[in-house]
């Protein structure tokens, strides 16, 4: 089992370029989100999907966009990188959102805008 | 808008000490997770507790569940260096969107 898969581990992206971080779980679970971590500001939610064909908003969604096509897959999509989306991105999955499920994470994707 | 602080913000102790680290919120959660994460990963799961005043023991590792369903505190007993990590906290506010604490930086010192 792979669990929660996220691609690249590792980018660097000049100002205004386009990118789609890659995310994909296996283990059949309903509910994806998107995470971004950056230094004392723990965890903060971008996207979050409930099922395949639904997603919504998180606390800090602007400049991002995801789609959720497929249960396996939820990509994140940053359409003109800013600076100030450098920092490390996480992907989670669990079974149903709220906690008594547990969530597993991927291990990011570092990011970095020149 | 629930208010979620974990304290300390960083701890640094020698090994074989005990310490204890909490996660306080200022609404009402009906459980809460913990978890761990290493340097360059992602967050693991710990522990779940759902009930109010509820203690959980993981190895050396005491989880509580305030009686206010408010607050909790890990406490972990004869730290090692294999404890070293941040420690978060999230809270079941009964919606969709998962809330993190900013977390609690632990370096455990051989």
């Known amino acids: 089992n792979a669990g929660v898969t996220q691609t690249p581990k590792f980018q660097v992206l000049k100002t205004g370029q386009s990118m789609t971080l890659q995310c994909a779980q296996d283990?059949?679970?309903?509910?994806m989100s998107w995470y971004r971590q950056d230094p004392g500001m723990g965890l903060r939610l971008i996207h979050y999907?409930?099922?395949?064909?639904?997603?919504d908003q998180g606390e800090v969604p602007n400049g991002y966009n995801v789609s959720r096509s497929t249960t396996e897959d939820f990509p994140l999509r940053l359409l003109s990188a800013a600076p100030s989306q450098t920092s490390v991105y996480f992907c989670?999955?669990?079974?149903?959102?709220?906690?008594?499920?547990?969530?597993?994470f991927g291990s990011g994707t570092r990011l970095t805008v020149v | 808008t629930q208010l979620l602080e974990q304290s300390p913000q960083f701890l640094s102790i020698q090994e074989g000490e005990n310490l204890t680290v909490y996660c306080n919120s200022s609404?009402?959660?009906?459980?809460l997770q913990w978890y761990r994460q290493e340097p360059g990963e992602g967050p693991v799961l710990l522990v779940t507790?759902?009930?109010?005043?509820e203690v959980k023991k993981l190895k050396r590792l005491t989880f509580q569940f305030g009686d206010a369903r408010k607050d909790s505190s890990l406490h972990i007993t004869a730290a090692q260096p294999g404890d070293t990590g941040l420690y978060l906290c999230?809270?079941?506010?009964?919606?969709?969107?998962?809330?993190f604490g900013t977390g609690t930086r632990l370096t455990i010192i051989p």
């Open positions: 283990m059949n679970h309903e509910y």
């Open positions: 989670a999955s669990s079974p149903n959102p709220g906690v008594n499920y547990g969530y597993t």
């Open positions: 999907s409930v099922g395949a064909g639904i997603t």
């Open positions: 999230t809270p079941d506010f009964g919606n969709e969107k998962l809330t």
């Open positions: 609404s009402v959660f009906s459980s």
């Open positions: 507790v759902v009930t109010g005043g």
